[in-house]
């Protein structure tokens, strides 16, 4: 069982950066494939970035270039570092884990463990 919990959300303006951090429990954190995903408000949940267990990193062409997935395994977090913030940022971002998982597939939804979300707003 691995428990998820995100922090550093909160209101910023555009153009403004976050760090959003991902805390998991468990000794086996290395091997999770670590990914971010977000949601806004009548939309489906959507793909932003992730990162293999072997480190590999897969972003969103929306946020290529703006954000970086991070992960230190040492204190079992993963980070998703946001610069050059947009409105169309705002959702809840929502970190995930799923085991031994690596490639494109850290694309898809389907991942073993959610946390509960940070809300991220950006004004304009």
């Known amino acids: 069982q691995v428990q998820l919990v995100e922090s550093g959300g909160g209101l910023v303006q555009t153009g403004d950066f976050l760090r959003l951090s991902c805390a998991a429990s468990?000794?086996?954190?290395?091997?999770?494939?670590m990914g971010w995903f977000r949601q806004a408000p009548g939309k489906e949940r959507e793909f932003v970035s992730a990162i293999s267990w072997t480190g590999t990193t897969y972003y969103a062409d929306s946020v290529k270039g703006r954000f970086t997935v991070s992960r230190d395994n040492a204190k079992n977090t993963v980070y998703l570092q946001m610069n050059s913030l947009k409105p169309e940022d705002t959702a809840v971002y929502y970190c995930?884990?799923?085991?031994?998982?690596?490639?494109?597939?850290?694309?898809?939804?389907?991942?073993?463990?959610w946390g509960q979300g940070t809300q991220v707003t950006v004004s304009s």
């Open positions: 468990g000794r086996t954190f290395n091997s999770y494939g």
């Open positions: 995930a884990a799923a085991y031994r998982r690596t490639g494109s597939s850290l694309r898809n939804p389907n991942y073993d463990y």
